[in-house]
Each structure stands twice: as C-alpha cells, then as structure tokens.
C-alpha cells in the first residue's frame, strides 16, 4: 500500500481535471495524465507554503481527513489512506474550488448529443450515471458525471470534467456495460468508477437542456418546466448546496441560476425505473 510518506517524496503526476491542467501529490486510478503547465495544484497537508491561508475553504470529512480549498489549490491531511481521500477531492473539493473561481456548479450528468451538452440532473439514485452509460452504450460522447460545471458569460457551456463514469454493481450488471478498468471507489463496496475515455468529450459544449430524472413511472414521459416553477427546479439542481451557504455564495448563485433559467430549456423526465430500451 502506498503510504503518506511514499506519497508526498513521489513524483507529481498532472491531470486534465474539468479542463484545468493539475497538478497532484496523489494518483488518480484509471485517469490518464497530462502534460502542460499546471494551473490547480493538489497537496498532501503543506498548507504553511500557501501564499493566501485566510481565503481558504475548510471541510472535513469523517474517517477520511481534512480539506483546505483555495482559488488554484486543494490541500488535503489524509486521516489513514491516502487514496480513500480521491472521490472527495474530485467531487466536493473540486465543487468548492470551482464555487471560489464563480462559477455554477449542478449535480447530474452531460452528454454530448448533436454538437451540444445536455444536463441530466436528479437526486442520488435517480439515474444520472445509468443514463450516462446507456447513451455511452449508442456510441454518445460524455463530458461530465455527477459534478456539471457551467460557465453563462455569453452563451451556457458545460465544462469538460475528467473520463470515469461511477456505477453501482447491479446497474453496471443490468446495464451488461462489459467496460474494463474499473476501480472499486471507496464511497461504497458495490460501486465503482469505470474509465471510459473513448467516450469523452474533452471540449466546451454548448449547453441545451437539462432533465430532471424521476424514476418508477410505468412509462417514459417528458414534461417542459416553465415559469418560476422552472427557477425552483433549477436551483434544486446545485450541487453540494450546502457548500453555496457556508461560503457565503448565495447571492452569486441565485444570479447565476436565474440568468441560466432564461438561457436554457429546462424538462421534466419520468422514467420506469431503467434505460435498457432508450433510442
């Protein structure tokens, strides 16, 4: 097993994390590296080298450790492994950067369809990451899974995030994805992370519509969000909202939500509980 000592004396490796060249103390299973200047910068506890302390984000995570956030930097003090400290980084870490650098941050899946992304949001267990991996399976290019970044100067773009799709086991069996490289996360036993690179969309991508899953209908039903019933389902959409509060974000927020409401179609999607028939 990889230690903190092993860790921090290793060489960095570099990765092209939702667009940004990083720089990181810690490798990331079934993520190829990058090359290029890097631009984010991934640390195992060495916090008394950074150049701006009280403008960081502090979190912690039980069993896991520490997490200090900055505008180009994640620092992380690992309870016991290292490793197990990964998902947080890529997710809630990376979800309160990308906050600090305002921009607006959903919780779903994007795929690249006809030259534009489409969001798929919902609640944990809705079906965002098995509809990703159906799509994937019609030959489709996915560019984010669970973290969506939006930028909205202009036009609504989603950003590219990094090639791995999580599954839980009996999705990834009833879906018979067949996918290889996978790697067991450590959110759960039954729950991996899938390297699907071939099906990455590396690029800005317009952004179009976003869907709101809902599951346990008998059958497929697609529903148009209006009015300000469409602002309330956006904003139930954020990701880690939780995060919004704590760094004082609301205002920059609810902007950012309202401007997106006005940029983008916004639907309901009632499904009957699996995407092994989607066309």
């Known amino acids: 097993n990889i230690n903190n000592k092993e860790l921090t004396k290793a060489a960095k490796y570099r990765y092209l994390l939702y667009g940004w060249v990083t720089e990181s103390d810690i490798p990331f299973a079934g993520i190829a590296q990058t090359a290029g200047n ?37 620092m992380v003090n690992p309870y016991h492994d290292v490793l197990k400290t990964c998902p947080f980084i890529l997710g809630t870490a990376f979800g309160a950067l990308i906050l600090k650098r305002k921009m607006l941050v959903l919780h779903g899946s994007a795929i690249q369809f006809k030259g534009e992304a489409v969001i798929f949001s919902g609640p ?118 939780g995060l919004v509060q704590k760094m004082n974000l609301e205002k920059e927020h609810f902007e950012q939500i309202t401007l997106l409401a006005e940029k983008i179609k916004v639907f309901n999607l009632y499904y ?8």
Request: with cysteine.
């Open 124 to 241: 944990s267990g809705a079906g965002k990451s098995t509809l990703a991996a159906a799509f994937i399976k019609k030959d489709l290019m996915i560019l984010s899974d669970d973290v969506c970044v939006v930028s909205i100067d202009g036009i609504p773009r989603v950003h590219p995030s990094y090639p791995q799709l999580k599954l839980w086991l009996d999705s990834s069996d009833n879906m018979n994805v067949g996918w290889q490289e996978k790697n067991k996360t450590v959110l759960n036993e039954d729950k991996f992370s899938y390297s699907v690179s071939k099906h990455f969309c590396p690029d800005l991508q317009p952004l179009k519509n976003l869907y709101v899953i809902h599951r346990d209908r008998s059958e497929f039903a697609i529903q148009e969000v209006k009015g300000m019933e469409k602002f309330d389902l956006l904003a139930a959409q954020t990701y880690r909202p």
């Open 272 to 279: 009957p509980g699996n995407f092994d028939k989607i066309d």
């Open 38 to 74: 890097p631009e984010i910068f991934i640390r195992i506890d060495k916090s008394a080298d950074l150049a701006h302390k009280n403008d960081l984000f502090s979190f912690s995570i039980n069993t896991i450790g520490d997490f200090k956030i900055g505008t180009h930097e994640i």
